[in-house]
């Protein structure tokens, strides 16, 4: 089957670091390029990080650059998102998707987990 | 970076259609032709509608289609149905390896 899985997802205070996961099955993995994308309690969807196939390019949101660090090994399946000094405004449901060939659109979704910062 | 624009709510009845607007600028949606739209039930994965402005993947209801006119990008629910009640969202590539979601239109089936 088709599909992202995340995990890693808690509670943390502010300050603290989080790495979350993103298991990925059913299709050639190391073909395409991954995004971590999420969603406030009661706000939209934002876009965080994008890594290249094989890991070597990388891009961040201004609002998690140089906390955030995205990455991938292509032989575990699983992309990573590292959380350093996180703060309040990072709460929210992360997702992983896949980026449909050239296209810039994201067409395989995970379920998302959610990381709440909280003292 | 920059920011899309789409309205906060949107309703119609059972069988109308409606249009969900996203404005942009020339830096985005006017600059590439990478516009995407996706459906999301909360607590439910996002789900891939549109790309490419009015591209459909397969597997997508034919009631759903995209346009696009210099700096804004619409989408169109026809034949409106209980089940299309979700938020959506308008996204763009920006440029240097980066996306932007607008902030999303709830649409409400009366």
């Known amino acids: 089957e088709v599909q992202l899985v995340e995990s890693g997802g808690g509670l943390v205070q502010p300050g603290g670091s989080l790495r979350l ?3 990925a099955s059913g299709f050639t993995f190391s073909s395409y390029r991954m995004h971590w994308v999420r969603r406030a309690p009661g ?11 094989d890991g070597s390019d990388t891009s961040h949101a201004d609002s998690v650059k140089g906390r955030f660090t995205i990455s991938r090994d292509n032989a575990k399946n699983t ?9 309040d405004e990072d709460t929210a449901v992360y997702y992983c998707a ?3 060939g050239s296209a810039g659109a994201f067409d395989l979704w ?3 987990t959610l990381v709440t910062v909280s003292s | 970076q920059s920011v899309l624009t789409q309205p906060a709510s949107v309703s119609g009845s059972p069988g109308q ?3 969900i607007s ?6 985005d949606i006017g600059g590439y032709n990478l516009v995407s739209w996706y459906q999301h039930h909360p607590g439910k994965a996002p789900k891939f509608i549109i790309f490419e402005g009015t591209k459909r993947p397969s597997g997508v209801s034919t009631r759903f289609s995209g346009s696009k006119s210099g700096n804004t990008a619409s989408l169109t629910i026809s034949g409106l149905q209980a089940e299309d009640e979700a ?5 763009s590539y920006v440029g240097d390896s980066a996306w932007v979601f607008g902030g999303g239109t709830k649409v409400t089936v009366l």
Do not use: F, H, P
């Open chain 2, 22 to 27: 996203c404005s942009g600028s020339s830096n």
């Open chain 1, 21 to 23: 996961s993103c298991a």
């Open chain 1, 98 to 100: 896949k980026e449909r």
């Open chain 1, 79 to 87: 992309l990573y998102l590292q959380m350093n000094s996180l703060r």
């Open chain 1, 110 to 112: 995970g379920q998302g």
């Open chain 2, 17 to 19: 259609s409606i249009t």
């Open chain 1, 43 to 53: 706000k939209g969807l934002v876009w965080v990080s994008r890594i290249d196939t």
């Open chain 2, 87 to 91: 938020d959506y969202y308008c996204c």
